[in-house]
DNA sequence: CGAGCTTTTGATCCGAGTCAATCTTCGTGG
DNA sequence: CCACGAAGATTGACTCGGATCAAAAGCTCG
């Protein structure tokens, strides 16, 4: 298990370096960190609002979300995980989870116990800052999807997502040509846009025509980028990846 | 100006203390932060999207907003500041603010300098957990709005934004009998709630005429706490303040 | 006491939701 | 290799929550 680990962490430290240079000591100490490493299913959550968990998982492979619903049931996702991120790292500092995390498509995950990871933010204070400012880049997509929901009109919502989507997968090197693979169900979309199903199969439809998309058979590719972002209204400074500038 | 600023950051104090417990050391150091204590009026921006800023500032007194624009110039309000809040602790490890951060009445706001902030980070790491908390609890909050922009009516929306700020007060002392000050204006729990104004007045006089609320000259009252709670669907998990139990 | 905000009210309109089929896709088992 | 079933994508008809527009009414403060 552990040379697979060391290869299949990968994801996990190059989106660590689009925020901050990993020096060759950290990277071993995180190559080192003790994590169980499980092939899930499309669909399962890996955990549930109301959790108290003891360890932190790692999206390695595949594509996963987090989520809330409302008392009546409505869901409302609040971010899409990519490989690389670390969808409960804020487990590690608030007990409660206030949020589901699940996965959309067949994924590898690894789990790393909270202990493992106190001990290596004690050792390498500028790891712990570089898990610290990867929660306050999350933190400031959540901000920008709350433009993107309450003040956007559903054409343009709809362009934000994939434009977001677009640039972080090329930041962890899983989009090439403003093309990446793209496993979210329209169902998906609209849960994180705010909007009906319905709506949102309209809204691509629009894209589409306007020659601003392809989207098939899991692919998105966007082969008029500057006119997906204006649709979008999207400015990727909020992503803060000054270090990997984006396509 | 030293004497004002012991006595003025006291709610600074008892915001981090509603998250974890500060030792009397952890205290004596947080009183000893080099902070330029000012006087600001209604309605002034205090850091703009696109700034790169040198220092924190701490809400003392007085209350505030985060907000994006969209391209075409409609605002979405991200978060409500209450006194004790550090509304850019970001920039600490975020050089590029993507978010404008202004005042809502007139109010006293410390500017606490990033060296200083490391320094203490360095010294203290449980200050430095406690700061890190601190953000992934605005985050948490950030999460709920989603859920309540996008999934919940208006009707709801606005009592969800009400009970919140009930709640959080009351964790700072600034709450009563489920009783606060509330300056906000009816434009900002629009651009709070991604409705608009006109939508914002009606829900307020149907949760009046509920009588859920009474809201009038700057106050907020919940004769009812439990109907507004279910108006709004609001469970206060999401603040994770196991501590400070709220009324 | 008047200017400039907010708050309120009324009338009208439209973006998006809902409902209900139908059509595709795709994985599964025979 | 194909039939079958389930899930997702699409389409059309109709409805509605909330936006927009326009005015009037209250407040606050210089």
Redesign the interface.
């Known amino acids: 298990m552990t040379s697979l680990s060391i290869s299949a962490i990968r994801p996990f430290i190059r989106k660590l370096e689009a925020f901050r240079t990993i020096s060759d000591e950290e990277r071993s100490d995180l190559e080192a960190l003790p994590m169980q490493i499980t092939e899930i299913r499309a669909d399962q959550d890996l955990v549930r609002e ?1 959790d108290r968990p003891s360890r932190c998982c790692v999206l390695l492979r595949g594509f996963g979300h ?1 989520y ?5 049931g ?3 996702i ?1 971010a899409f995980h990519v490989p690389g991120d670390m969808p409960d790292l ?1 487990s590690l ?4 989870l ?2 589901s995390i699940g996965t959309c498509s067949p994924s590898v995950v690894g789990f790393i116990p909270h202990e493992a990871l106190r001990e290596i933010c ?1 050792l390498r ?1 500028q790891l ?2 570089v898990f ?2 990867t ?6 997509i ?6 993107n ?4 009109e559903a054409y343009n919502r709809v362009a934000h997502v994939f434009c977001e989507l677009l640039v972080r997968l090329n930041a962890v090197g899983l989009a090439r040509n403003h093309s990446c693979e793209m496993p979210f169900t329209q169902i998906e979309f609209a ?1 994180a ?2 909007i009906s199903t319905v709506h949102v199969n309209r809204m691509i439809q629009d894209l589409r025509s306007a020659g601003l998309i392809v989207l098939r058979g899991g692919m998105l590719t966007a082969p008029d980028w500057a006119g997906l972002k204006a649709a979008g ?1 999207f400015d990727p ?2 992503l ?1 990846m ?1 270090r990997a500038l984006a396509a």
Do not use: N
């Open positions: 109301g987090t809330k619903m409302t008392e009546d409505k869901r409302q609040t804020q500092e608030l007990q409660y206030d949020c004690r204070p712990a800052a610290w400012r929660t306050l880049v999350d933190a400031s959540f901000r920008e999807w709350m433009l929901i309450g003040r956007r849960d846009t705010g209204g400074g909020y803060h000054e």
